[in-house]
């Protein structure tokens, strides 16, 4: 099977940026879900990299199932992907609140965090693999 990370890699960067342009519009709900989606797939990309697979959606899951004899991930990364992972629902469905709709929810400092926090994973990943 081909390698694929810079696919992988190439599409998290886009999504990232995907971000940075919805907060230039105010859709901070949609700014969050691009930055989870930009930390899972880099997640992936580097699982790629590595030879394996990375599978679901949870990105603390994805970075604590690395082989520890190969890669240190920071109890700090594991924070910020605690972060993203709650965003990667309630940012896109009504029902993952009580009432509301998520972009009732989201503002630009959460957008302003995320894209930080994806970006820390990102280039966790690029340095992992150069």
Known sequence: MPKRFKDWLMQSENDLEHAKKSVKVGDYD?????CQQSAEKAMKGLY??????GWGHVIVKLLKELPP????VSEGLLEKAVFLDKLYIPTRYPNGFAMG???EYYTA???QEAIHHAEDIFSFVKTCIS
């Open 30 to 34: 949609w700014a969050c879900f691009a």
């Open 48 to 53: 790629d990299f590595l030879g394996g697979e």
């Open 69 to 72: 004899d190969r890669i240190k």
């Open 101 to 103: 709709a998520p972009l």
């Open 109 to 111: 400092k959460d957008a």
